[in-house]
């Protein structure tokens, strides 16, 4: 059973950072795909960054603000999050894959609140 587990969530104000992170139980050597999603109050979950084996991919909406990234060592991946913004207030969810595209394991979500 692959097990991730996101950290990093809490409140933040609108302007400022945070860094999520996700760790998984197994090398991440195998898993091809790593991603964030999104899923705002009342809407949709939403792909916010995904790193597969060659650049990573941004939802418009954080192109320039948010960085995904992955340690091998660690065996986890970050989102690192400046200049927030109200909307990217919701619940933050790790996702991986065996395969680029894919979507095979999920974790428990972390939520990130903006306040002014």
């Known amino acids: 059973q692959v097990r991730l587990v996101e950290s990093g969530g809490g409140q933040v104000q609108a302007g400022g950072s945070l860094r999520l992170s996700c760790a998984a139980s197994?090398?991440?050597?195998?898993?091809?795909?790593m991603g964030w999603y999104r899923q705002a109050p009342g809407k949709q979950r939403e792909s916010i960054a995904v790193?597969?084996?060659?650049?990573?991919n941004y939802v418009d909406s954080v192109k320039g603000r948010f960085t995904i990234s992955k340690d091998y060592k660690q065996n986890s991946v970050y989102l690192q999050m400046n200049n927030v913004k109200f909307e990217d207030a919701g619940v933050y969810y790790c996702?991986?894959?065996?395969?680029?595209?894919?979507?095979?394991?999920w974790g428990q979500g972390t939520q990130v609140t903006v306040s002014s």
């Open positions: 996702a991986a894959g065996r395969r680029a595209g894919t979507w095979d394991y």
């Open positions: 197994i090398s991440i050597f195998s898993l091809d795909a």
């Open positions: 790193l597969n084996s060659g650049s990573p």
